[in-house]
């Protein structure tokens, strides 16, 4: 009887460990098919932003932070061919041997590439030819998905997330590039509309101070930049309940606020010297009143939008001159979870924190351990999101960060005081 069992019992845990291996496999096969819907809507969704563009816009890059929209376009495609296909498709062989130096953006270990400021110079493959080069990438991935492990399925959400990324980045630098032509001509009609409704007064939401925790811990998906979650302490403070407005910004400019240096940070001082700032990027004086150039074209400050495209240097100036402060990234999470900051997802909201890793965080190796850990430095974090971040895309732990004196980006300020 005990041989019988213990027969019994070994057939049961078999019995046990062969569902548990199927579910496994129907989860994960779940998983394949719901990344691969996933990608095939975020490529899509990138054509569609491209699809109001001329080949002729889609070619010539403003600066040297910006990219063209075909650049755009092919070094999306060029992630999913570097870090799903090579690795994994049997007898992977590039669409194109030239493409890898052309669409590398900054991965050093993955090879020599084009300098950044000449991207607007690559006039071949042209827009067609990058049409073509996506469908074949896209095509591959999609037969290639079903068979992929967890590993690869795992890199494959970090390229959809990395598409939606430039998908905002497309946005931003086509607004620059036909900003700079004559004609102020409109992406399209509608594009970034006024606000309908009046914008709710200014409140300040007061937080306890204390012991709190901030960074990702999932589930789901989020960059290696947004963890590991760790324990943070915080001053008791306040913050404001939405955004600065374009009229609280005018008042700034009419009260001299570029051209007092006391409000200033040094470096921002120089900068507006240096660049002739006298108002956000994209504000123009016509007829003695100023008018801001949008998606939609040219129109008037609306005094109730939220302002954006303001750098750091000037979200500070404004903070000082309001007799109050940017909030720190830790604060501005707690706040965020707390749910007392109306208004979030206009703009991106510049924070005073550097750009740091949280305690604990390491980067992934290889390659793609190059996506956020090496631009740790010099950089300041901004928090929330803004009305051309994709659907989604954004949550309370996103880290976005530039440069202090980037404005092309949709970035705004919230305020913070203490008590």
């Known amino acids: 009887m005990a041989g019988a069992a213990s027969t019994f019992g070994v057939s049961a845990m ?6 548990a291996a199927h579910v496994a496999h129907e989860e994960h096969a779940e998983r394949a098919r719901s990344l691969a819907a996933r990608f095939a809507a975020v490529r899509r ?4 932003l491209a699809a109001p563009l001329s080949p002729e816009d889609m070619q010539v890059q403003s600066m040297p932070d910006a990219s063209p929209a075909k650049w755009h376009l092919a070094h999306t495609t060029w992630f999913f061919e570097t870090f799903v296909l090579a690795p994994h498709e049997p007898g992977f ?19 020599p590439r084009h300098p950044r400021p000449q991207r607007g110079l690559v006039t071949r493959p042209s827009v067609a030819e990058v049409g073509a080069y996506r469908a074949k990438v896209e095509a591959r991935v999609l037969a290639l998905l079903p068979r992929l492990d967890a590993a690869a399925l795992d890199v494959v959400e970090l390229g959809i997330a990395h598409e939606e990324q430039h998908q905002e980045l497309l946005v931003t630098d086509v607004k620059h590039l036909l ?6 001509p409109a992406y399209a009609e509608g594009a970034e509309p006024p ?3 009046p914008a709710p007064p200014l409140r300040f939401a007061a937080i306890e101070g204390g012991v709190r925790e901030i960074g990702n811990a999932g589930p789901g998906f989020a960059f290696d930049n947004e963890g590991p979650r760790h324990r943070v302490w915080l001053d008791p403070f306040a913050i404001g309940s939405r955004p600065a407005t374009c009229g609280e910004w005018r008042a700034f400019v009419e009260d001299d606020g570029y051209r007092r240096p006391e409000l200033w940070l040094s470096d921002g001082w120089a900068a507006v010297q240096a660049r002739g700032w006298e108002a956000p990027l994209y504000w123009e004086r016509r007829d003695g009143r100023w008018a801001e150039f949008t998606l939609g074209g040219m129109r008037e400050v609306h005094t109730e939008a939220t302002v954006r495209h303001v750098s750091l240097y000037e979200a500070d100036a404004f903070a ?6 940017l909030p720190g990234e830790a604060e501005w999470e707690v706040a965020a979870a707390a749910g007392a900051l109306d208004g979030r997802g206009e703009v991106w909201e510049w924070t005073r924190s550097a750009y740091a890793p949280y305690p604990g965080y390491v980067p992934a190796g290889g390659a793609l351990g190059e996506y956020n850990g090496k631009f740790m430095c010099s950089q300041l974090v901004l928090r929330g999101g803004s009305s051309v971040t994709p659907p989604g895309h954004a949550r309370i732990t996103y880290r976005n960060f530039f440069y202090p004196d980037a404005r092309w980006q949709l970035s705004g300020v919230r305020l913070a005081r203490d008590p």
């Open 14 to 19: 078999s019995k046990h460990g062969a569902r």
């Open 93 to 111: 062989a590039p669409v194109h041997p030239r493409y890898g130096y052309l669409f590398n953006s900054y991965y050093e270990a993955a090879g």
């Open 179 to 184: 900003a700079q032509s004559p004609l102020r």
């Open 320 to 325: 000082r001159w309001s007799d109050a402060r």
């Open 195 to 197: 606000p309908r409704e």
């Open 45 to 48: 969704a990138t054509e569609a």
